[in-house]
């Protein structure tokens, strides 16, 4: 574990116990920069304070208060006798033959909000590629959607993640392999749960991740996804910072995602195309739809001509994932139905494109995150992890 992590667990470990005139002391991972400039205000520091602090935190990534140069000694030692910076603790790292790392990690469960009795654990992905690498991250703890294909939904909902709680996650993965980090950095909130149902909390975290003086990365290497909660999709559409969107579609009839995805039944196809063509995009923005192909149920050359014909004259992209083997009563598609399934939607003038998922041999991939203290699930597919398999943009639930 490098340095700075170990010492940032360590500290927050201490804290668990401390107490500050009778009250907890206070997280600021997961504040805003004016949240933190309001904290220094509050404890009679000038409020810049506060915004040297957020840089600390975020462009930084100092997860102890001794290490933040940027601040005076005296004023370090008082923060960390009155605040925590609440990361989660890694209980198990799995390594994947193609590099990618799967985290399990124990939350931080000392707020006021949450019940320390039996804590949340929850799971990230980190995936390095040529010049990028990819964190995907999860919004809550297990997931309440139910799609019937996805391990995740197996859990059922535990709890809704803190704002600090979705950027530790981020934070984490790039600190703990900060020196074979390459220039591009992509985030994916496609891991357990639904991040339109968790929105508040969600937006927090993309605000920071989005800030130039926070996390500093570009809208359009943050991806958010979702199975198709159409008022979320209608409120993000105002957000003047938001991620890219990309919409779990997954069949080509209501009848067909009625059956794998119950979400349907409360806003149906219509609804949600409805609101995915009112969506607003920028010059160069698309939405991405996601399409997880399932061995002789969705996976027909007709259903990819519905497709097209659902997603026609809208601006897209179709990502086609070939079901991840698992303990589930479903069987990935032909190499031969895949191919056919992109020729049919390029020949409507949809692009599409098979994305492999990353870390299979490690239960990391696409529909996979379900907890496992174990290694995979069952063999990894050579032809999934080969060297002209793109990394997925869906590595998770």
């Known amino acids: 574990m490098p340095r700075q992590i170990e010492s940032g667990v360590a500290e927050s470990a201490k804290s668990s116990a401390a107490e500050l005139s009778g009250a907890a002391k206070d997280n600021v991972l997961g504040k805003s920069r004016d949240e933190l400039r309001a904290a220094m205000k509050e404890i009679g520091e000038p409020a810049y304070r506060g915004a040297q602090l957020y840089h600390a935190l975020y462009a930084e990534r100092r997860f102890d208060f001794a290490s933040m140069s940027n601040l005076p000694a005296a004023l370090r030692e008082r923060l960390a006798q009155r605040f ?21 990690l124990a939350l931080d ?10 804590p949340a654990r929850v799971e990230a992905v980190f995936m390095p590629w040529a010049g990028r690498q990819t964190v995907c991250i999860s919004t809550q703890a297990g997931c309440a959607v139910e799609c019937r294909f996805c391990l995740t939904a197996q ?25 074979a980090l390459a220039p591009r950095t992509n985030v994916v909130l496609m891991g357990q749960g639904e ?19 926070g996390m500093r990365l570009g809208p359009r290497h943050v991806t958010l996804s979702t199975s198709g909660i159409v008022p979320g999709i209608e ?17 080509s009839t209501d009848e067909e995602r009625d059956a794998i995805m119950p979400i ?11 609101a995915c063509r009112e969506y607003p995009l920028g010059p160069r923005e698309y939405l991405t739809f996601e399409y997880v192909l399932l061995g002789g149920f969705n996976d027909s050359t007709e259903d990819a001509r519905r497709v097209a014909r659902l997603l026609a004259g809208m601006r897209v992209k179709v990502n086609l994932i070939p079901w991840n083997p698992g303990e589930l009563p479903y069987r990935p598609p032909t190499a031969e139905s895949t191919e056919e399934f992109r020729q049919a939607l390029d020949a409507k003038g949809v692009p599409a494109f098979v994305r492999y998922s ?23 597919i050579a032809s999934s992890s080969g060297p002209s398999a793109a990394p997925s943009a869906t590595t998770s639930a």
Do not use: W
Not at 197 to 203: D, G, Q, S
Not at 264 to 274: E, I, M, S, V
């Open 195 to 213: 991040p339109l149902l968790n929105y508040e909390p969600v937006m927090a975290a993309l605000r920071v991740m989005l800030d130039p003086n």
């Open 358 to 380: 990353r870390g299979l041999d490690v239960n990391a991939a696409c529909g996979q995150l379900s907890l496992s203290e174990r290694g995979s699930l069952v063999p990894a």
């Open 109 to 118: 469960a000392r707020g006021e909000e949450f019940s320390s009795e039996s």
């Open 235 to 251: 409120r993000l559409g105002r957000e003047k910072v938001r991620p890219r969107l990309a919409i779990s579609l997954n069949a």
């Open 84 to 104: 925590r910076i609440g990361m989660p603790e890694v209980s198990r790292r799995f390594h994947s033959s193609d590099g990618s790392v799967r985290y399990l």
């Open 155 to 179: 859990l059922g909902l535990v709890r809704n993640l803190t704002a600090g709680e979705i950027l530790a996650q981020v934070l984490l993965a790039l600190e703990e392999n900060r020196e």
């Open 264 to 274: 349907n039944r409360k806003y149906p196809l219509d609804a949600l195309l409805a």
